[in-house]
């Protein structure tokens, strides 16, 4: 069965470097999101992505954050400067109708 | 504003019947989820309802819908210890971007 992927499982980085989170949606899947989990808080949305654009952003997807579909197979959340609240589980979900959203098994980011 | 609450957590035993309540603000969604996260994992996606249906039922769950009070149940039927996951409600608001709102989840623990 198809699944989104995610690369690094584990990410560790200083505050102030920038870090690139991975994913790989599932194959013909047109919608793409990014999403993030506070240890002990909610799965808030951060972005979504449909042909080609930013479809919508929540606020906490600031001036630090970008999206990118560089070629035709990954999606990547590039987070420029860290701070350490930005550590959190980092989860990217596809869909191929815009309603059914599969999800990856996220990338745990620290900052220090 | 968009908001989605659950129940902190749930504890029964194997074989009895688990029902997880849910509450949302936006009266416009469209559609209501249900996601299980098992430890270490992603979110799985188990079911949906559309906002035009009162119930839905798929193997052990059942989805009741009740529009005019905003409120969402998951009922498990003949629970079993793999059952054991929190378990996160989620709207989709009618911004038609896809983003979904997630509740905090409902942590349940099955006895055997």
């Known amino acids: 069965e198809p699944e989104v992927t995610q690369t690094p499982s584990h990410q560790v980085t200083q505050m102030g470097q920038e870090v690139i989170l991975r994913c790989v949606p599932i194959?013909?899947?047109?919608?793409f999101y990014w999403y993030r989990q506070i240890l002990g808080q909610k799965v808030e949305f951060l972005v979504s992505?449909?042909?080609?654009?930013?479809?919508?952003k929540s606020e906490i997807f600031d001036d630090q954050f970008s999206v990118e579909r560089p070629d035709g197979s990954n999606f990547t959340l590039k987070i420029r400067s860290t701070k350490l609240e930005d550590s959190a589980m980092y989860f990217c979900?596809?869909?191929?109708?815009?309603?059914?959203?599969?999800f990856g098994p996220g990338t745990r980011l620290t900052v220090t | 504003g968009e908001d989605v609450e659950q129940s902190l957590f749930l504890s029964v035993r194997e074989g009895d019947s688990s029902v997880i309540n849910c509450t949302y603000t936006?009266?416009?969604?469209?559609?209501l989820y249900w996601y299980k996260q098992e430890p270490g994992a992603g979110l799985q996606l188990l079911t949906y309802?559309?906002?035009?249906?009162d119930m839905k039922q798929d193997q052990r769950l059942t989805v009741l819908l009740n529009k005019k009070d905003k409120h969402l149940s998951l009922r498990i039927a003949d629970t079993q210890t793999g059952d054991s996951a929190i378990y996160f409600c989620?709207?989709?608001?009618?911004?038609?971007?896809?983003?979904?709102?997630f509740g905090q989840g409902t942590t349940l623990q099955v006895k055997p």
């Open positions: 979900a596809s869909s191929g109708t815009g309603y059914e959203q599969y």
């Open positions: 989620a709207e989709s608001p009618s911004s038609n971007t896809g983003k979904l709102i």
């Open positions: 309802i559309f906002s035009n249906m």
């Open positions: 194959s013909n899947h047109l919608y």
């Open positions: 936006d009266s416009s969604s469209t559609y």
């Open positions: 992505f449909y042909n080609n654009e930013i479809s919508e």
